[in-house]
């Protein structure tokens, strides 16, 4: 089977790492395994880019989204030809207001 890139944007990288930083001042090592369990959900997506469900967004968004959940995050992305693009991580406790997607 044939396998797309998985890439990481500026802001979804900046996500997680607000994410790594809110949580390693109350548990270090939560907030590494959380970390690690996000970048490895995300590996299926390089043999089953399609395997999210849709995002519901804007209509007036021209391409469409799909996400992922890892705990109590969920991963916003887009798919593109041979490449994903994560686009976000989002606590799923947020107001989906909030969110860039």
Not at 7 to 24: M, Q
Not at 31 to 57: C, N, V
Request: hydrophobic share 40%; aromatic share 8%; proline share 4%.
């Amino acid at each position: 089977m044939k396998k797309v890139q998985v890439i990481w944007t500026d802001e979804s990288l900046g996500d997680l790492e607000a994410i790594y930083d809110f949580l390693v001042a109350k548990s270090p090592q939560a907030a590494k395994m959380l970390a690690i369990s996000i970048l490895a959900r995300t590996r299926q997506l390089e043999t089953f880019p399609e395997s999210g469900s849709p995002q519901d967004t804007d209509k007036t968004v021209s391409r469409s989204y799909r996400y992922l959940v890892e705990g109590n995050y969920k991963i916003i992305y887009s798919v593109e030809g041979k490449a994903v693009y994560v686009e976000a991580v989002v606590a799923t406790r947020q107001d989906p207001a909030g969110t860039r997607v």
